[in-house]
């Protein structure tokens, strides 16, 4: 088999033309129409929360006849498809995002205002979608948008957990969870397909038999039958032709199970310690970057991964019978990151065990239809699972792992003979005390591509994480620079700089997003500088007003807003972003007169749930918060916001309102970043180190227009392996001892003097593994040079527009051709 006979890539097959013709009383229609039949209610009794169940149904309308439509086209072209394994999917919210795809916003929103409905605030009924942690999931959510956008033939698969990622609350200045519920009044995107129900096993033990011919057979008898039930979110193209599926697996107990496998005794012992059907999608993992090793986590992943297989398998099984031949050719499945790779090791057991294909033959398919994306380099994020669990809970796919293993430590052997050293490196097996399997070993192996998500993220994968690999498979691990949309993250998020964009230039961008690249030749034009401050200066404005409404914090807009929105991460550094601020409160209370332009420094993080340190950091940065503020000798000067609950609804307020985009990670440590390309589209000027993507956005906006500072990746290591020593750094630098002393005194926890103490102590004691000590100083002097910068209107307005300019480059349309003509090999698919 090959996935390269249909290696011809007919362009980007993106839409060009709107397809849905709907005028304002044809979409006033369909609201009131919904109102009265879907929901039963009327105009006069409707709430606000029933216009939106109304307009999300008018709208669902439309979809779904596109999405039939788009199946339809599918089936008939038998066409190859990218199938995207992943166990988050963090879309946010659907209704304007669709509205926008179909570019009907703007007669919605004239409809409804004739119903006396304001479609914005409306849209605030919508509650997120918050079926990820991070940029792992988001980076979902925007590919699928651009396969969609660029009609490729594609389905994401994943969970359909009942709680996504908690709600975050702050009490006096605490991160505490709340669960969010995203399905409490219904969703009305999702379509349940019970007709596509899948069974599959847990637990239980092998049989091996042999046939008359002494051949070996194996039988997993399962202790237990799951039963997945499938929920198709439509996800619209812009330009409403394709419309594709989002298809996420709900758990639920089984009436069947396999009663004669267990004596009557051993039954109930075996079960109790068994995770129930139902728990399997309850809850989404909080823990962003970190493993959480917990049997029900291994389980989520292979339900959501055996659930999605057997569903691409019956639907290949409908035109191609029992012919397998043809599968590597019409099926490739994107692992993104390692969470589903237990697909690996199932598809070999359904086509040794099940079709009873020879292994060469199984194993030539399997390697012919995986690729895996890494997202990160940090250890604690790599997963392992005990031997021990995988033998439990599926101990046929243990037994196919070690076989796996046992064939290419072969192969390894052939390539370094009596190298043992290199061997217990690359071994699937890691022989620790605990043996655990390495899932990352197990995705390389077992695919037939590999990539990083950013240049220097990718390259490090080869030389550092992956580096045998790499010379065992020449070509195999490559990069794919990540991408976003700038459907969602310019044209809805910032209406009056879309609008701006295409007045100027053409509305073009939207589907080539390097036709921002014309905006250069304004950069200079005081008249576009104005407009294009102008704009912001309102996006400011709105922020302003959203702060003082969840916070009661009165900003002022026209103070610099730098703004670091991520998860919370010692090594995303939000601490050095907090000392910075200290010294600048220290500067103003040592001279009243300190020169500075007045500054906002805003937050949005959450902190895994337990990750102690994070939640001391967000702490701090609220104490901190609230003392600048209450201090009229600086807070005309300096303002320190956190913003709870960060999430995609909030950053598409934050992002288009910001001066400043914060990129501080030590460098080596993030992957790529993608808030940092939505921040640099809609204006912002990033101060950043030479990390992930920020080393491309730096080319493509030269130095100029971004302030980097501290180490290089080479001299990160370098520094580490002289034996780094923050002291060093505290004791000559009187500015940094005295902020972190600060930190440690009861001056921002009055009568609990030592409650930020393991902050300081991670830092000094703790070693400082991040180096935040050690880019200090040269943080502290970028941060002087984007002042002095902001001063000069002109030439800010210019960097700024030139930021929006130049990021051509990050569209995930771009990232999706590339995986497309590199990795996927896919034809596009009109949808007429
Ligand atoms: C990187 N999440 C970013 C982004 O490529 C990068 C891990 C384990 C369990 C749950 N979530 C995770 C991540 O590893 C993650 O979000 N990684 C991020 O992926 C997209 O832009 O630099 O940190």
């Known amino acids: 088999t090959s996935n390269t006979s249909k290696a011809k890539t007919k362009g980007q097959g993106a839409a060009t033309s709107v397809s849905i013709q709907l005028d304002k009383d044809d979409f006033k229609q369909a609201v009131i129409r919904n109102l009265h039949r879907t929901l039963g209610t009327d105009e006069n009794k409707a709430n606000k929360h029933a216009w939106w169940k109304a307009t999300s149904a008018a709208m669902q309308e439309l979809v779904f006849e596109r999405l039939r439509t788009t199946q339809k086209t599918h089936y008939l072209n038998d066409t190859r498809a990218v199938h995207y394994f992943s166990a988050e999917f963090l879309m946010g919210r659907l209704l304007s995002n669709n509205m926008h795809n179909f570019e009907l916003f703007d007669t919605a929103k004239r409809a409804l205002k004739e119903l006396g409905v304001d479609l914005v605030d409306m849209l605030e009924e919508e509650p997120d979608m918050a079926l990820g942690n991070g940029g792992l999931g988001r980076l979902a959510a925007c590919f699928i948008d651009s396969l969609a956008t660029m009609e490729f033939p594609a389905i994401g698969y994943g969970i359909h957990y009942e709680h996504g990622l908690f709600r975050q609350e702050i009490r006096n200045g605490a ?40 051949k070996i057979h194996k039988e997993w008898h399962p202790g237990s039958i799951v039963t997945g039930v499938p929920w198709d979110i439509p996800i619209v193209g812009y330009g409403g032709k394709t419309v594709n599926v989002l298809r996420l697996w709900q758990s ?32 989404l993992y909080p823990n962003d970057e970190t493993e959480a090793g917990k049997e029900l986590r291994l389980i989520q992943q292979y339900f959501f991964s055996a659930c999605s297989l057997k569903d691409i398998i019956r639907r290949y099984k409908r035109v191609h019978g029992d012919d397998w031949s043809r599968f590597a050719e019409q099926v490739v499945i994107q692992l993104n990151d390692t969470h589903p790779a237990i697909a690996i090791p199932e598809l070999m057991r359904i086509l040794v065990d099940r079709a009873e294909l020879s292994w060469n033959v199984a194993w030539e398919i399997c390697t012919q239809t995986f690729a895996y994306t890494n997202h990160t380099l940090l250890p604690e994020a790599l997963e392992k699972w005990p031997v021990r669990m995988i033998g439990k809970i599926l101990p046929r796919h243990l037994e196919i792992i070690y076989e796996i293993n046992h064939r290419f430590m072969a192969e390894v052997d052939a390539k370094w003979p009596g190298n043992n050293e290199i061997k217990a490196k690359l071994s699937i097996i890691e022989e620790s005390n605990e043996k655990m399997v ?96 102008k704009v912001k200066q309102q996006n400011k404005l709105a922020l302003a ?26 090594y995303k550094r939000q601490h050095l972003n907090l000392l910075h601020i200290l010294a600048l409160y220290r500067r103003l ?31 701090a940065i609220n104490v901190v918060a609230d003392k600048i503020n209450n201090d009229s000798r600086v807070n005309e000067k300096l303002k320190v916001v956190f913003l709870p609950n960060y999430r995609v609804s909030l950053a598409e307020k934050m992002i288009p309102a910001a001066d400043v985009s914060q990129q501080i990670s030590t460098a080596g440590k993030e992957a790529s970043g993608t808030g940092n390309m939505k921040l640099a589209l809609n204006g912002a000027i990033t101060i950043g180190t030479l990390d992930g993507a920020n080393i491309e956005i730096a080319e493509e906006v030269g130095e100029d227009n971004i302030f980097i500072f501290g180490l290089t990746v080479d001299e990160v290591n370098e520094t580490l392996s002289a034996g780094y020593n923050p002291y060093d750094y505290y004791y000559s630098n009187e500015e940094l001892k005295a902020t972190i002393d600060w930190l440690d005194s009861d001056y921002f926890t009055p009568g609990n003097p030592h409650a930020l103490s393991s902050l300081k102590h991670s830092l000094l004691e703790g070693g400082d593994p991040y180096l935040v000590l050690a880019d200090f100083e040269d943080y502290c002097k970028a941060n002087l040079a984007l002042d002095l910068a902001y001063r000069d209107k002109s030439k800010w307005a210019k960097m700024a527009i030139l930021n929006t300019a130049k990021m051509g480059k990050f569209t995930s349309d771009r990232s999706i051709k590339d995986y497309v003509e590199r990795i996927w090999k896919l034809d596009s698919c009109q949808v007429k």
């Open 175 to 214: 991160q505490i969870e709340r669960p969010d519920s995203w399905r409490d009044y219904g969703n009305p995107w999702e379509i349940c397909r019970p007709e596509s129900i899948q069974q599959i096993s847990l637990y239980g033990y092998v049989e091996t038999k042999y046939d008359e011919d002494g």
């Open 252 to 283: 639920q107990s089984s009436e069947y199970f396999n009663w004669d496998v267990f004596n009557a005794g051993g039954y109930v012992d075996a079960q109790r310690e068994n995770v129930e059907s139902e728990t399997i999608s309850k809850v």
């Open 438 to 533: 390495r899932m990352g070993n197990l995705s390389v192996v077992g695919s037939f591509a590999v990539n990083g998500v950013a240049e220097i993220h990718s390259a490090l994968v080869k030389s550092q994480l992956f580096p045998e690999f790499n010379e065992l498979y020449p070509g195999k691990l490559t990069n794919v620079t990540n991408g976003i949309t700038p459907r969602r993250w310019l044209k809805a998020c910032n209406p009056s700089l879309s609008a701006l964009i295409t007045k100027k230039i053409g509305g073009d961008w939207i589907l080539n997003l390097d036709k921002l690249d014309d905006l250069s030749a304004f950069a200079s034009n005081k008249t576009f500088q104005n407009q294009f401050m």
């Open 545 to 570: 007003e959203e702060i003082k409404k969840l916070t009661g914090i009165i900003v002022d807009p026209k103070a610099i807003f730098d703004i670091q929105i991520k998860r919370l991460h010692e």
């Open 589 to 619: 209370l040592q001279d009243p007169d300190y020169d500075m332009h007045p500054r906002v420094f805003i937050f949005g993080a959450k902190a895994a749930p337990g990750y102690a340190l994070a939640k001391t950091i967000i702490y």
